[in-house]
Structure formats: C-alpha cells, structure tokens
C-alpha cells in the first residue's frame, strides 16, 4: 500500500510538472 501510494504521488508530481510546462509554453 505504502509503495502504491508513492507511485501515485511520483505519478501525480510528474503531471503537475507537465502541466506546469505547458502553461508556460502557452504563455510563450
């Protein structure tokens, strides 16, 4: 469970990063 639980939060810090870069490409 705990793995599991790191694995979502690595996936979920990962798709915060992703999104973060496209806002920026955007305001490029």
Known sequence: LVVRYEYHAENFQGFVHLAAAVIL????
Do not use: A, F, T, Y
Not at 25 to 28: G, I, P, T, V
């Open 25 to 28: 490409l955007r305001h490029l």
